[in-house]
């Protein structure tokens, strides 16, 4: 008896035990995500990092590459571009890019909506990874931020020391509105064009490195030539903050690279080694071809291979095996000193701190490059049904899109631009530098 009721107690049990995870698996599917809390660190450590790749690093970057009266006027066009591309991303920019409304058709591979203001997201709101975790959405749109914010500084490398910076905020905001954003959703937002084409780009070869790049060359050419400029040496004035930058950038550029795996794990640590061999690779080639060129190997160099390395490997950090890393940034930095050297001496602009040389040339390489690397032959982790010359067609594609999307769009900003403020400073306070002509401080006294 005690035998036969405790077996039927046990079925009971079963079905009742059944039953509740009927209903837990149920209630589990019904309740909101919940943020991973390491992943989550993890992305606030990296957003942190990138915004140091703006305040210090790039400031000291481009500011010890000018001559001394333009350094402050340099590092604060960087530092204000970079502000106030944080707070139009917070008003429309994440709507565009990123926003909850997929419109259909062909809008929709161009620009999303919805989401003005951040207005549906809080501090329970999530953002998808890349497997079944989550982040908050508030930590997902601050590290797209940077992005934004850090990209719309990177164009002033070509025209600082003569562009006035009510031009250059007036830029910015038209620039960020019809050239960034619409690119970053065309790369990463599902509907986007180019990700629906299969684009590959782990961190911005092509919303990024090619997208400041071309900007910056049409800018440029806009804007004109420096006074002076080719006959007038204009050396850096200070190489040690130029190279205090570049190590600056180098480490925040782990927040950029491993961080736009959105998760802490196998993927964003094949990131963060790609990140250091390609960029040791990049450095060390460009010290290498200067002295083939006949030249000496310098610290300017070895800083310019680094931001190339960098640059090429962002496209392809988390697509592509260690080695492969190594010959891109290797194979990126000769074209980018070549580009450098060679060219833009011969086509005659005036990139004055060669951000289409570098972050151009070099994301075009990287964009393209990918498509290769991305090869299980080569170390990467494409599948085995992967097709090289399908997904390099996709790259080259990528990049032209890019390329004319960015020049035609800032040709537009910088004609609205001209016509708000008009873009250079007079031929007097170009003469004494834009530090004491355009904010009223000198960088040294």
Known sequence: MIRKISCGVGALGASMFAATAAMAQEAAEAAPAVANPGNNAWMMTSTVLVLMMILPGLALFYGGLTRSKNMLSTMTQVGAAAALAMLIWVCWGYSLAFGATSYEGMLGSFISGGSYFLSSVTVDSTAATFSDEVISEYVFVSFQMTFAAITAALVFGATVERL?????????AIWLTIVYFPIAHMVWAGGGLMFEWGALDFAGGTVVHINAGVSALVACLILGKRQGFPA???????LTLTMVGAGLLWVG??????GSELEADGTAGLAMINTFVATAAAGLTWMVVERLSGHKASALGFASGIIAGLVAVTPAAGNSGPLGAIVLGAVASAVCFF?????????????????????????MIGAI???????PAL???????FAMGAQVWIQIKSVLVSIGWAGVGTAIAIYIAKALTGLRVSPEVESDGLDIGEHGERAYN
């Open 379 to 385: 170390g990467g982790p494409g599948g085995d049904d």
């Open 232 to 238: 007038e040496p204009m050396p850096p004035h200070s």
């Open 369 to 375: 490059g990918t498509g290769i690397v991305y090869s």
């Open 164 to 172: 006035k910076f009510s031009a250059a905020m007036v830029f910015t």
């Open 339 to 363: 580009a450098v050297s060679k060219l833009k001496p011969k086509l005659g602009y005036d990139d004055s701190l060669d951000a289409f040389g570098i972050h151009g040339i070099g994301g």
């Open 253 to 258: 550029w782990f927040g950029f690279n491993a």
